[in-house]
């Protein structure tokens, strides 16, 4: 089957991006995708408050220190993949897609240090298959490995003040696009 259209037609089905023709899907996949993506860095930036928190007032140990890098890790590795897959999901604000983008950018650059860091591998103690650390961190003083980490950790800031203010933005451009929709 064949269907011929004129060239101002394509232009208008081009422009028509994720069904947001429809203010009430614009609302709905909108709100959603914006709200989980506000959970995920919130949850992120606590997560990262408590730990430099207790980094700060130096109370812990170079294993508790590795502990935490490895869990900060996890939730890190989690964040990328999700957040990828949000990202996809972003059609019509480009300068939040790519500053999206970007923070993702600076999460994989300290996962893979803090992987350096943390990094255990499989070896024998006693004759028992054990995980042994084999990471950089646990050859560095405890004061230095604090310092480096809060170091890749404070690369975050500036994409967190972006993101604080695109938020708000996002809320404003949905609010003006749901008014002029009814």
């Known amino acids: 089957m064949k269907i011929k259209i004129k ?10 991006v994720g069904g947001y023709d ?9 709100g959603s995708l914006h709200g989980e993506i506000t959970r995920i860095v919130v949850s992120t930036v606590d997560f990262v408050k408590e730990f430099t928190n207790r980094l700060g007032d130096g109370t812990l140990s170079r294993e508790e220190i590795l502990v935490g890098v490895h869990n900060l890790s996890e ?5 990328i993949q ?33 992987k ?4 255990v591998s499989p070896g024998i103690i006693g004759n028992k298959p054990r995980m042994m ?3 950089l961190g646990w050859e560095m003083p405890e004061t230095e490995l604090s310092l480096e980490i809060a170091k890749k950790l404070a690369m975050l800031g500036e994409h967190l003040n ?3 203010e695109m938020f708000n933005t ?9 008014q002029r929709g009814n």
């Open 7 to 16: 060239e101002s037609q394509l232009k208008k089905v081009l422009n028509e």
């Open 22 to 30: 429809y203010v009430d899907v614009m609302g709905i996949h909108g």
């Open 75 to 79: 939730k890190i590795q989690e964040d």
């Open 82 to 114: 999700r957040l990828t897959e949000l990202a996809k999901e972003i059609y019509i604000d480009d300068d939040f897609k790519s500053l999206l983008i970007s923070y993702i950018r600076t999460l994989q650059k300290i996962l893979k240090y803090f």
């Open 116 to 119: 350096l860091l943390s990094n």
């Open 133 to 135: 650390p084999s990471g």
């Open 162 to 164: 972006d993101l604080g």
């Open 170 to 178: 996002i809320m404003g451009r949905y609010s003006d696009r749901m």
